[in-house]
């Protein structure tokens, strides 16, 4: 492995590694639960992203903890423990955004497309996936940083016209409009955050290198 | 990788008796190159405005886009794909029939569109996958 090579890999080095590609398995299995939930408008799935969150949040706290201790050079360590942070806000978006959608009541057109955004999210959390890997390997992440970009980009163009729908739906009551407009905000943030992991990435990978 | 995830499901579309002035204004105001054109009568007849057509049709030629109608510049009947056809199939339908964006369709009804911009796009991502890029 490209770390191995560039660093004396120790033990704890070795746990932080598995922590970090564990916590973004878990975060790509929670986002394709929450597709499944929205797709198969299944609510009971909702329960299983909050446990993911839960999960995740133990892994983060054992991967800072592991940094703490003295795993990686100290130039590494905030850059590490920062990517730790980002997917960890990932979750956070993804826990808020499905906890909402128990609630809201989604007109039928704003849901196909929201259901969209969910299946992107979990494509886009898959490259992250790849792109992790791919720098243990020690490989160029450039197509890889530009994928993200391109389903950021697309989820973004979606946010656009998905609020603009929005603004023409009444609402019966303030809670219900702040509701709807939470949801969309937070499905759409999940991708933002996303790429925001996948720009620290690169650093890091910068950072190994240099 | 099959068309369906790379395809746009936010189609824009305009009634074909509209004026190509009022083409061109959805087109600037939303950024797209192309409007799905619905003629009157069945749900199912449609056809296809891009800004190609109202460049070489009606502003090339000097005609006043206010006084020229979508349905009669708009390209009918539009291409029409399945849903799980893959991105080369696509692609290869667009050379063959020299188009820039195909219909994704699910029986009578339209579920996206994929043009040529959203097949380089797919094929980025597909390299970043290690997916076979043909």
Not at chain 1, 22 to 36: I, T
Not at chain 1, 52 to 77: H, M, Q, T, V, W
Request: aromatic letters at 6%; glycine letters at 4%; charged letters at 30%.
């Amino acid at each position: 492995m490209f770390l191995k090579k560039i660093f004396d890999y120790g033990k704890k080095e070795e746990q932080v590694i598995e922590n970090i590609k564990k916590h973004l398995e878990l975060l790509c299995n929670a986002c394709d639960l929450f597709h499944s939930a929205m797709e198969e408008n299944d609510k009971n799935l909702v329960g299983e992203v909050v446990d993911s969150e839960r999960k995740g949040d133990s892994i983060r706290r054992e991967i800072i903890a592991n940094i703490y201790a003295g795993a990686f050079l100290p130039y590494l360590r905030p850059d590490l423990c920062r990517f730790a942070e980002i997917v960890d806000r990932v979750f956070d978006f993804l826990q808020e955004t499905a906890l909402n959608y128990l609630e809201v009541k989604l007109p039928e057109h704003i849901r196909d497309e929201c259901v969209r955004v969910a299946f992107l999210n979990a494509r886009m959390c898959e490259i992250l996936l790849i792109s992790f890997e791919a720098m243990l390997n020690g490989e160029d992440l450039r197509e890889k940083a530009l994928a993200i970009r391109i389903y950021e980009k697309r989820i973004d163009d979606m946010e656009f016209s998905i609020i603009r729908d929005l603004r023409q739906i009444p609402v019966d009551d303030f809670w219900q409009g702040r509701l709807l407009a939470d949801f969309v905000s937070g499905i759409t943030s999940i991708s933002d955050a996303m790429e925001d992991a996948g720009d620290h990435l690169q650093i890091i990978n910068v950072c190994m290198k240099s | 990788m099959k068309i369906d995830e790379f395809m746009t499901t936010r189609i824009a579309s305009i009634d074909a008796d509209l004026s190509a002035y009022d083409a061109i204004e959805k087109m600037v105001d939303r950024r797209i190159r192309s409007l799905l054109v619905k003629f009157k009568g069945t749900d199912s007849d449609h056809g296809v405005i891009t800004a190609r057509d109202i460049v070489f049709k009606v502003l090339a030629k000097g005609i006043d886009p206010t006084d020229i109608k979508v349905s009669s510049i708009a390209a009918k009947p539009i291409v029409c794909v399945n849903r799980d056809v893959t991105l080369a199939e696509a692609s290869a339908l667009m050379e063959k029939s020299h188009i820039a964006r195909v219909f994704v369709c699910e029986g009578e009804k339209i579920v996206g569109v994929v043009s040529l911009l959203d097949i380089m796009t797919a094929s980025l991502i597909m390299r970043a996958r290690g997916e076979h890029v043909s």
